[in-house]
């Protein structure tokens, strides 16, 4: 599976944008999809994750209330909406697939990585 990230780009404070994955594999499930990110100097994080049939969703509590993922499976694609920006979202942002009908939160459970997209937030 080969995952492709679009959509980062720069934002001001306050600002959305929406992330799409799209992977190379014609059958997209029953893979679980995963948004991470990293910031400079830090570690990969988990932002979001969604179950194979698209019904279980889990947030990082940073991102819980502002950030919506998504998936169509007929498109083989996965969306992160992030709304409400602020400068502390700035990092490159990853998308991941794991062969799991669960939604995993941790980056050692995902198969496959996209190459990210940078997210900007400016204050």
């Known amino acids: 599976v080969q995952l492709q990230a679009s959509g980062g780009g720069f934002v001001q404070a306050g600002g959305s944008l929406r992330l799409s994955c799209a992977a190379s594999?014609?059958?997209?499930?029953?893979?679980?999809l995963g948004w991470f990110r990293q910031a400079p100097g830090k570690e990969r994080e988990f932002v979001a994750a969604?179950?194979?049939?698209?019904?279980?969703?889990y947030y990082a509590d940073s991102v819980k209330g502002r950030f919506t993922i998504s998936r169509d499976n007929a498109k083989n694609t996965v969306y992160l909406q992030m709304n409400s920006l602020n400068p502390e979202d700035t990092a490159v942002y990853y998308c991941?697939?794991?062969?799991?009908?669960?939604?995993?939160?941790?980056?050692?459970?995902?198969?496959?990585w996209g190459q990210g997209t940078l997210v900007t937030v400016s204050s």
């Open positions: 991941a697939a794991a062969m799991s009908y669960a939604a995993p939160t941790v980056t050692g459970e995902y198969d496959y």
């Open positions: 594999r014609r059958t997209f499930s029953p893979y679980s």
């Open positions: 969604i179950g194979w049939s698209g019904y279980s969703t």
